[in-house]
């Protein structure tokens, strides 16, 4: 389909996912199972609803960008150290 999932292109769904397991961890430390759960449900739910409503996204990397300008720097060197 040539085409990336959603979970790489930007959307939040890794890091709510991870700040509600963290909340998981800090509330399971101080009560019970359950309501830990709740605690990391909530969390994870609303840090998801409001990357939703108010359109929250994650920084996107030039990858390529960064590529094109080391394979330029390693093709100067070569040249340079050619012409040395």
Known sequence: MNKK??????????CASATGAAAFLLCYGMMS???????????????RLMSVKF?????????????ERRIAATKE????KKGA
């Open 5 to 14: 999932p959603e979970i790489f292109v930007g959307n939040i769904y890794a």
């Open 33 to 47: 199972f359950m309501p830990a759960c709740m605690v990391s449900l909530a969390v994870t739910f609303s840090l």
């Open 55 to 67: 359109g929250w996204n994650l920084p996107k990397i030039q990858i390529k960008a960064r590529q």
């Open 77 to 80: 060197n070569l040249i340079n």
